[in-house]
Each structure stands twice: as structure tokens, then as C-alpha cells.
């Protein structure tokens, strides 16, 4: 069975300062799918990124940075120079490849981030 | 802009009483999930369409339906809403069924009374 875990249930920050968002995940499928979604006070959860279980190289867009580690089946997520709108909760989330599966997401607890102006 | 659309963002409804909530995409995707969340916890699927097939997880109550007369359209309908039902329902969409990222509306904050 799939587990995500969120360790960090909040984090609060200073603006400006950086903040890495914990995500350790259990799977026994050799291929595999991560997301991050970012879920503001309105309640939409916005989609971040999409991660392959083949494709280990980290990703940058922005002030948001991701570092995926199959070695230790981590998919963290580092928010740079943080700002007050990236206050928000924030969920690991991983699917399987079977079809048979249909694409369930298996979420962590999430993460609530503060950021303080 | 493509998108997917709940409608209403709240309702309220009394105990017993069905209530529908709809959910409506412009993207064209073939999968159509319906999400419930409650207070300070992750989403829990209740069930997905692809196309027109119909997938209900296997601890999704009775009490909650879902129809999708049309590529665009999916609605849940819950029979006899409950206290314990109250929650946000989110609708999310996907292309295909393996590995593509879902794309959800702003949710439908559910009270029952």
C-alpha cells in the first residue's frame, strides 16, 4: 500500500526567509508519480508540479525549488525568499502507474505555512 | 481561461434532505473525480469517471451518488445528508488515468443543519 508522510504539520516563517517542506513517501511500484499542491485559504488546490519515478533531476521555477531522492524516497519542496502569499497548505501527494488504480492520489497530512510579513 | 467550475460554493442543507452539488470542465478531460475534505486533513477521493465508467472506492458510503450525463458535466448527489457530512466536496479532472496531475475547482463548502 501507498503512504505519504508530511512530518511538518505547520511551519510559521518570517517574510524572506526560507522554508523546506518535508515529504517521505512508501510505494512498491518501481514506477510511480509525485505531485506538490498548494491549497490557499480559499480552498482550491492549485497544482505545483508533477514528478516521474524515472526522473530524479530537481527542478526550479521560480522562488519554488524541488529535490527528489528515490535513495530515500523524498520529494521535498524548498520555497525561497518566502512571502506573505505563499501562506498556504501545502500537500505531498503520490499515484501509481496501474491503470487499475485510476490515478487515486494517495495525499501526506499536509503542510500548513505561515509567513509573517 | 479553461477551468473547473463548482457550483455553489456554499450550501447549506438540512439533515436528510438530498442535496446536489455540481461540478462543470472546460478542459476536455476524460477523468472526473469527486474529493471530500474535512477540517485540517487531506482530500479523500470518493469515487472517479473515466469517460463513462464509473469507479467508486470501496469505503465511499451508499449515501453519496455521482452522474456524468456529458464529458463536462459530473454531479454527487448525497441521499441523506448527515451531520458527519459536512465538509468541502472538491471536483478535480485529469487527461488520462495514469500519472497525469488533476486539476481542481474552488470546492463546495457543504453545512447541514
Known amino acids: 500500500a501507498q503512504k505519504v508522510t508530511q512530518a511538518q504539520t505547520e511551519i510559521s516563517v518570517v517574510e524572506k526567509e526560507d522554508v523546506t517542506l518535508d515529504c517521505v513517501y512508501e510505494t512498491r511500484d518501481t514506477t510511480y508519480y509525485l505531485f506538490w499542491y498548494k491549497q490557499p485559504p480559499s480552498g482550491e488546490l492549485v497544482f505545483l508540479i508533477r514528478?516521474?519515478?524515472?526522473?530524479?533531476q530537481n527542478e526550479i521555477s521560480g522562488r519554488y525549488s524541488w529535490n527528489f531522492q528515490k535513495s530515500t524516497s523524498s520529494f521535498n519542496f524548498t520555497i525561497t525568499a518566502s512571502q506573505v502569499v505563499d501562506s498556504a497548505v501545502y500537500f505531498c501527494a503520490l499515484s501509481e502507474a496501474d491503470k487499475a488504480a485510476g490515478n487515486k492520489l494517495t495525499f501526506g497530512g499536509g503542510t500548513r505555512v505561515l509567513v509573517k510579513p | 481561461d479553461a477551468m473547473v467550475i463548482q457550483n455553489p460554493r456554499y450550501q447549506v442543507t438540512q439533515f436528510g434532505k438530498p442535496v446536489t452539488l455540481s461540478c462543470s470542465q472546460t478542459l476536455n478531460h476524460n477523468v472526473m473525480y469527486w474529493y471530500q475534505q474535512k477540517s485540517s486533513q487531506a482530500p479523500k477521493l470518493l469515487f472517479h469517471?473515466?469517460?463513462?465508467?464509473?469507479?467508486n472506492e470501496a469505503d465511499t458510503p451508499d449515501n453519496f451518488q455521482s452522474r456524468r450525463p456529458n464529458t463536462s458535466f459530473c454531479f454527487l448527489d448525497i441521499r441523506s445528508p448527515g451531520l458527519g457530512d459536512a465538509a468541502m466536496y472538491l471536483c478535480?479532472?485529469?487527461?488520462?488515468?495514469?500519472?497525469?496531475?488533476?486539476?481542481f475547482g474552488p470546492g463546495t463548502r457543504l453545512t447541514v443543519t
Open positions: 478535480a479532472t485529469s487527461r488520462l488515468l495514469q500519472g497525469y496531475e488533476q486539476y
Open positions: 469517471y473515466y469517460d463513462k465508467d464509473f469507479n
Open positions: 514528478r516521474n519515478s524515472f526522473d530524479e
